[in-house]
């Protein structure tokens, strides 16, 4: 293989090594944001729950209004027993007063149902505030090893772009100028192997004759169809 070749395929390597780095810390805001967001669901989940059992508690103190006020009714009738003049009039506010005794029963029960179904949604609550707590350590814990991680990045980052400074400075401009056109075009490699008489990159059947020129090793060629450069894997 040429020698500028092999440095043009080092070179390549060292872009496509940079360019993972970069994708790396270029994802951290992705990350963070997917960490935050278990713990943005257990808030979520939190609040409608907490919400939910408002709602029922404040339902409980309706109820226990409407019986009170149901109570203070029966005291008013029985006191009007006393009142009455004729049978009619007194079995007349033992039924109304069997009703309302009737109606405070069935708010009883459906108090205590509601009561019961509030204890079960507190301790949903609990469950859910803890899961959060779980979810908010997880979550610190993961960016804290996120932030140290883009730190050995961007070190590693440093230290290739130094690398790769060197290695291009050693080849010549007009190769490495047409390298970069190529891979500033395609996005993901310029120079590709010949895999079964075809281009590695559009795998196009490449002609016979471009073959044999990359046999001798004379020169670089190029793909005919995407432009690439090729060479023959060993």
């Known amino acids: 293989m040429l020698k500028v ?17 970069r994708r790396e810390i ?20 939190l609040s409608e729950a907490e919400e939910t059992y408002k709602k029922n508690a404040a339902a409980i103190r309706a109820v226990e209004m409407e019986i009170e006020s149901l109570r203070e009714q029966v005291d ?4 009007q027993q006393f009142e009455v003049k ?6 007349a506010l033992q039924h109304e007063m069997a009703k ?9 029960d459906g ?18 505030r803890a899961a959060m707590a779980e979810a908010e350590r997880e979550t610190a814990a993961e960016q804290e090893a996120l932030e140290q991680r883009v730190a050995i990045v961007r070190r590693e980052l440093e230290e290739r772009e130094r690398e790769r400074a060197a290695r291009a400075a050693a080849i010549p401009v007009e190769w490495v100028s047409q390298y970069e056109r190529i891979l500033k075009h395609h996005k993901d490699r310029a120079i590709v192997p010949v895999e079964r008489q075809s281009c590695g990159g559009c795998h196009m059947k490449l002609p016979p004759q471009t073959i044999q020129d990359i046999r001798r090793k004379q020169t670089i060629v190029t793909c005919g169809f995407c432009g690439r450069l090729l060479y023959l894997s060993e």
């Not at 395929?9 to 780095?21: G, N």
């Not at 270029?26 to 989940?45: H, I, T, Y």
């Not at 309302?100 to 009883?108: D, S, V, Y």
Request: charged letters at 45%; zero cysteines; aromatic letters at 2%.
């Open 111 to 128: 108090e205590l149902a509601r009561m019961e179904e509030g204890e079960t949604q507190r301790a949903e609550i609990e469950r859910i």
């Open 5 to 21: 070749l092999e440095d043009l395929l080092a070179l390549q390597e060292l872009d496509h090594d940079l360019a993972e780095l």
């Open 76 to 79: 008013r009738l029985s006191r």
């Open 86 to 91: 004729s049978n009619d009039q007194y079995r």
């Open 100 to 108: 309302h005794r009737e109606a405070i029963r069935a708010l009883e």
């Open 26 to 45: 270029g994802d951290l805001p992705n990350r963070k944001a997917m960490a935050e967001e278990r713990v943005n669901d257990r808030r979520k989940q």
